[in-house]
Nanobody
Framework: QWQLVESGGGLVQPGGFLRLSCAAS????????VGWFRQAPGKAREAVSC????????YYADFAKGRFTISRDNDANMAFLQMNNLEPGDTGIYYC??????????????????????WGQGTQVTVSS
C-alpha cells in the first residue's frame, strides 16, 4: 500500500530549526519528484520546495531560499526538509507529496505545483515564543 508519512514537526522558538522527514512505503521514491508544501490556518496550501526524481534539480519558494534545504535519501526511501532560522510565519501544517510525471523543466517551471500523485497526512510546525 502506497504511503507517505511525515514526521519531525513540533513547537520551536523563532530562530530555531526543525528537520522534517518524509518516509515512503509501497513504492520506490527514487523515481518520483518530491515536494514539500505547507498550509497556514486560513490560507491556501503553498509550495515550499521540491526536488526532482533520482537526484534531480531543486526549487525553493522565495521565503524558503537561504533558510530551508530539501534533500533525499533514495536508499532509505526518504526525503527531508531542513528548516533553519524559523519565523512565526512558517507556522502551518507541512505536507510531503510525490509525483512520477513531469520532466525536470516542467517541474521547476510549475514551481512544484505539478506534484500531486500522492500526499502524506502532514506534520504540524509551530513557531512561537
Amino acid at each position: 500500500q502506497w504511503q507517505l508519512v511525515e514526521s519531525g514537526g513540533g513547537l520551536v522558538q523563532p530562530g530555531g530549526f526543525l528537520r522534517l522527514s518524509c518516509a515512503a512505503s509501497g513504492f520506490t521514491m527514487q523515481y518520483y519528484h518530491v515536494g514539500w508544501f505547507r498550509q497556514a490556518p486560513g490560507k491556501a496550501r503553498e509550495a515550499v520546495s521540491c526536488i526532482g526524481s533520482s537526484d534531480g534539480p531543486t526549487y525553493y519558494a522565495d521565503f524558503a531560499k537561504g533558510r530551508f534545504t530539501i534533500s533525499r535519501d533514495n536508499d532509505a526511501n526518504m526525503a527531508f526538509l531542513q528548516m533553519n532560522n524559523l519565523e512565526p510565519g512558517d507556522t502551518g501544517i507541512y505536507y510531503c507529496a510525490v509525483d512520477y510525471g513531469p520532466g525536470y523543466s516542467d517541474l521547476l517551471s510549475s514551481r512544484c505545483t505539478l506534484i500531486d500523485d500522492y500526499w502524506g497526512q502532514g506534520t504540524q510546525v509551530t513557531v512561537s515564543s
